[in-house]
């Protein structure tokens, strides 16, 4: 752990702060600022000077007002589950924590939006649109801890979005507070609005470089009655991958193509301490399909398992009630736990392709871990693309390597040139960060860079907002 | 129409243009110069000082770089079908007509993906990749001679929108051409994509006022093999919209709610010289479903229809068949050229509201209307909350006012004004460009546009590219 960094505020500014917001909302104890200090994303941890957690709009820009008059670096967090250390207060100074901002402002069932404050967490939003009969697409695999504000900044994916798209294509307005305390609205709740350049698609994914925001207009869809579960053992990536294009082509859109590599299968088992079934097989499949209708659904899964069948699938489990869908997740499920258990992460990246180059993405990538002595851990979304690719060592349970260690560099450079070179790209929903900035010149233009460091030079110029992230 | 701006290039420059595009495809002549000089927005026009018509991306950089050299504006130029004058060359200089770049330069199946030229014309990529049993979403009412490109700087929709979303929604990659003529790469065939900020989405729906699209990778779907039209007359907007909002909230996605109103049904008619069935009822729904099960279909329809019919509609025609089908847009298709004939149109508006408001906005902007002694004719996509709201002055055949007229802009600020008021924005696809330059302080934040403008300076700050549109 670093120690607070030198950029700090005076104590003017921190009465000020306690004024602002409350003295018990002001944060300055060394132990429970240590909360602050990381995201989680292993290795990377920077102390703050403080960290404020105000519970209005006013209250933020008031912060922000305050901050820029006296040069001070804000970073804002919302729940603090960033993948890409989007959290960490690199240069040190004020954490603008927004888990007091946590109001749902509205269900608007007429128009199927709902008004949310950015500190909402995802599951508890989730929860209260379930009882109004709807749901919120998007769904980070951290949605009982990750908030709508930190979806918002990071665009987050998840499994479903094949079908559903990505946070942004959920964002219709936005109220923002900028650097210099000025507070700014975008949109509304509509689905079309071409008024101007879309503003609220570049904050969405901006990490928190541009603005911060403190209320967001969502649209939200009926919820599903009916889900059901496959899961769907294959022989080969190759045959998972050309079975999931199949149903794609014959116009099927299931919800969800969640892809776990073999190796990853036996690992979990390891861990569970009980084999997987078809735990040889070297591609698994889930196949979610959702919709409102039992006759409808029941045709669809039909199809999709006899179209699993055609394509050598070993067995089609179906799974209909929730406790018959949760053991066919379990495994998925467990990744996180038992790659930590039995292996040292050294890296934990989110890699995305055209659909098809997946199984040449991930032969490549095995050879490259495995000429570092390492193994590939490959997992996450077939459907669109997006692989979690994670490095390990097995048997080593403490990484004695934190990831800016030369050699994991190294590794993690490989990994994404690979990424490139088919097309690709070096993060599909986690973030830059400050755990990519080093190897953003891999995936972007020179002159794309460029321009959006003028970008972020307009709405941030003495660069205070999420400072250190993004952009080397 | 004005004469040819004093924004000239010199001899010297027109040479130059010769030798990189071909001294055929440098237009002079002032008879055909004058093609390029308006678009479909009616009252807009200004001349060029001559067109050129580039054939590749390399044509295209060596264009801007010497118009950049010598300060010469240039309005990039698609189909020419901009409804807000977005193709008017208001400063002169060259046209930069991308009509020769229509190639559709790949059709990828396995990956559902598009690459295409800027110039190619809707309706010829629908064409093609009906072939490949596929199609691209958006559907702008004038499919049939818009372009690619114009889509893409308009962000335009259609009435798939409700279902499909927009041409933002599909858009994954981009080659552009900046102002000096740099060429950036953004994006590639990838449906998740968070690597720096999204410069895509910033330059879909900017207008061609942030760079020139050179080619565009786009998403595609498995074109649906059924489609079925209900035809649905209803007593009033009310009821319309209340059905319009019960048939989503029950979980079904027809890809199109259109509307009309009473008014417009009756116009058509007396266009036609034919009554059409139930021209009485106040508000015509067409709600077109498609899919690629027939059962599927048909359960939909059935309850779509049963919910209407609750609903309180007076009727359900259903078409299935291509020619059924046909006559059920017949009135909807002729609404453009109905009103023309009937009246004297003064004002052709893309507002957008909250779904739920549109009756309310309708009754409104009636009245508007009615105080100037003019008709509102409203129709358009009640799905998501956009409607076209002509205002003509029946009687009168050839528009003695230019949409810029005093009394004409009043009509339309009220209009606006009424919009705003109710959640809504004055412009959902076509765009602000020249027609809405002064009203968009009505529908955006202050310090929204005082973004907007740096990052416009950020890529063009000699504000070469489409000069004189969406700011003031």
Redesign the interface.
């Known amino acids: 752990m670093d120690r607070p960094s030198n950029i700090l505020p005076s104590d003017g500014i921190v009465s000020q702060l306690r004024d602002i917001v409350g003295p018990e909302h002001v944060i300055t104890d060394i132990d429970a600022l240590e909360n602050y200090a990381h995201d989680e994303t292993p290795g990377y941890s920077a102390m703050p000077a403080l960290a404020v957690k105000p519970a209005s709009t006013a209250e933020v820009a008031a912060v922000m007002k305050l901050a820029h008059g006296h040069a001070v670096p804000v970073t804002p967090r919302g729940g603090g589950t960033s993948l890409s250390a989007g959290a960490v207060p690199v240069l040190g100074g004020i954490v603008l924590s927004l888990e007091r901002m946590n109001r749902i402002r509205d269900i608007?069932?007429?128009?199927?939006?709902a008004v949310v404050e950015p500190g909402v967490v995802h599951g508890e939003l989730d929860k209260a649109l379930a009882q109004a009969?709807l749901f919120f697409p998007p769904d980070p695999v951290s949605l009982d801890s990750c908030t709508i504000g930190g979806n918002i900044a990071?665009?987050a994916?998840g499994p479903r979005?094949?079908k559903y798209?990505?946070t942004?294509?959920y964002v219709t307005g936005l109220e923002v507070v900028?650097c210099d305390g000025?507070?700014?609205?975008?949109?509304?709740?509509?689905?079309?609005?071409?008024?101007?350049?879309?503003?609220i698609?570049?904050i969405?994914?901006?990490e928190g470089t541009?603005a911060v925001v403190t209320e967001a207009t969502i649209r939200v869809l009926?919820r599903?009655?009916e889900i059901i579960d496959l899961l769907i053992p294959l022989d080969s990536v190759e045959q998972a991958s050309l079975f999931a294009?199949s149903v794609?082509?014959?116009?099927?859109l299931p919800a969800v193509i969640e892809f776990m590599e073999g190796e990853v299968v036996r690992t979990v088992g390891e861990y569970l301490k009980r084999q997987a079934p078809f735990s040889d097989a070297n591609a698994h499949l889930i196949v979610e399909l959702d919709?409102?209708?039992k006759?409808?659904m029941r045709?669809q899964y039909d199809r999709v398992g006899e179209m699993a069948l055609r394509a050598g699938a070993r067995d089609v489990a179906v799974g209909q009630s929730a406790a018959d869908r949760e053991r066919i997740w379990e495994v998925r499920r467990k990744i996180g736990e038992a790659l930590k258990s039995e292996a040292a992460i050294i890296a934990r990246e989110d890699l995305?392709?055209?659909?098809?180059r997946i199984p040449e993405l991930i032969r490549s990538l095995q050879t490259c871990a495995r000429n570092y002595k390492a193994t590939l851990f490959a997992f996450g979304?077939l459907g669109?693309?997006?692989i979690h690719a994670d490095v390990g060592i097995r048997g080593r349970r403490e990484p004695k390597e934190r990831p800016a260690d030369p050699w994991v560099m190294q590794v993690r450079r490989e990994m994404y040139r690979i990424t490139v070179d088919l097309?690709?790209?070096?993060?599909?929903?986690?973030?830059?960060g400050l755990s990519?900035i080093d190897f953003?010149t891999l995936?972007?233009?020179k002159?794309?860079?460029d321009?959006?460091k003028?970008?972020?030079r307009?709405?941030d110029p003495a660069n205070l907002l999420n400072p250190g992230k993004?952009f080397p």
């Open positions: 608007d069932q007429a128009n199927l939006m009969g990071e665009n994916g979005a094949m798209g990505v942004k294509n900028l000025t507070v700014m609205r975008l949109g509304g709740k509509l689905l079309k609005n071409v008024t101007g350049y879309d503003l698609d570049l969405v994914g901006s541009l009926p599903p009655g294009q794609i082509a014959a116009g099927f919709g409102s209708d006759a409808q045709i995305v392709v055209p659909r098809n979304h669109d693309g997006n097309g690709g790209t070096i993060t599909a929903e986690h973030g830059v990519k953003i995936a972007l233009d002159t794309a860079i321009k959006m003028h970008i972020k307009i709405f993004m």
